[in-house]
Nanobody, 113 residues
Framework: QVQFVESGGGLVQPGGSLRLSCAVS????????MNWFRQAPGKQRELVAT???????SYTDSVKGRFAISRDNAKNTVYLRMNSLKPEDTAVYYC???????WGQGTQVTVSS
């Protein structure tokens, strides 16, 4: 059974960087599409970044040029590198496949001075 475990969040000042990790138990080789989502307090969950098995990527407009998604199939891990962080990036970040599976616990990212 595929499960997702997110890590790497924390408190960072505006302009700072973080790298989130998503460990995929059950293996990532057979998963064509992996996504990172985020959910801010009082808001709906939104799709942030996507990577395919062919390593094609796409991003929501608000993070283009600042975030980078990657995957390491040998380590069964998907990453989200986040640079130039802004207060509006504050949210719980989740990874999931498409089609979606059970959600993990997420990792909290707080951008504040």
């Amino acid at each position: 059974q595929v499960q997702f475990v997110e890590s790497g969040g924390g408190l960072v000042q505006p302009g700072g960087s973080l790298r989130l990790s998503c460990a995929v138990s059950g293996g990532i080789d057979g998963i064509h599409i992996m996504n990172w989502f985020r959910q801010a307090p009082g808001k709906q969950r939104e799709l942030v970044a996507t990577i395919t098995s062919g390593f094609s990527t796409s991003y929501t407009d608000s993070v283009k040029g600042r975030f980078a998604i990657s995957r390491d199939n040998a380590k069964n891990t998907v990453y989200l590198r986040m640079n130039s962080l802004k207060p509006e990036d504050t949210a719980v970040y989740y990874c999931n496949s498409w089609p979606e599976r059970d959600w993990g616990q997420g990792t909290q990212v707080t951008v504040s001075s």
